[in-house]
């Protein structure tokens, strides 16, 4: 239980609970009021509450459910396969594994229903050493045993792994590579987001543009480190943000279902064999539509929020 009382704050309940507690975003914090785990002076609010000053507000979060995967038979893209590793072309739109929000329906609950991941002792995240955001698609590799866990793993943390990312981007670029070496952290006004932060961690991202046009560009990214939205984060502090990007990309962008970026190529030794395997996936459907109006000259820019 969490009780504060409203000093300076204003404005609805749900909005100053979000930002009074860390780990609380808006939204649920108004499924919490609507549940009655919130009072003020003693009663129970909406979530459209202005508060005063001098106001008692009682937190009572609800208690947490366990997280555990379970097997949901769902159609999976798998690119390769053995005893040890697999590679899945994850579809935009699909959460790698469950969360608060995303308990079921995630790419781990349809890897459980296609194979055996039971000598893996995680129930949330079983054969998952890397991942990739829900709205871009792409390539991922998947142990299948504890051994081919820590070999990959140990591979992701030496930097020996190979992972490139296609992305439509905004602008128009004055040189045909870079490298952006800049930490990211969370976002002190906005915990959704993530930015670039003085006392972040260590983040670079090398880029090169494949193609240019009237206002967007085709990027090749090549990340060196795998922080979360590092992609996303680190185009948008150069000031070209992924096209379509809900939480980095400005309003008027091209229509989509989310960020234009995919993870094309990816490349890892095999624990078993010790032979390097490389594997690229063209990119979605929606990605090539859009990529081949812009070479034809079509853009279809709009307000997507």
Known sequence: MTTFTVTDQSGRLDKVLATQLADLTRSQAAKWLDQGHVT?????????????????????????VPLEAVAQTMALDIVYEDDTVLVVNKPQ???????????????????????????????????????IDKDTSGLLMVAKTPQAQLALSSQLKAKTTIREYWAIVHGRFAETSGTIDAPLGRDPKDRKRQAVV???RHAVTHFTVLEQFARYALIKCVLETGRTHQIRVHMAYINHPVAGD?????RVTLPGAGQFLHARTLGFVHPVTG?????S??????????????RAGIDKTTKIR
């Open 281 to 294: 996936q063209e990119v979605p459907p929606l990605f090539a539509r859009t990529l081949a109006d812009l």
């Open 40 to 64: 003020v002076n003693g009663q129970v609010v909406p979530a459209k509450y202005k508060v005063h000053p001098g106001d008692v507000v009682v937190i009572t979060p609800p208690t947490p």
């Open 275 to 279: 032979k390097l395997m490389t594997f």
């Open 246 to 250: 809900p939480l980095y990309a400005p």
């Open 198 to 200: 003085a006392n972040g």
């Open 93 to 131: 739109g699909l959460v790698v594994h469950p969360a608060p929000g995303h308990p079921d329906h995630t790419l781990v609950n349809g890897l459980l229903a296609h194979a055996d991941f039971s000598a893996i002792n995680d129930v949330i995240r079983p054969g998952i050493v890397h991942r």
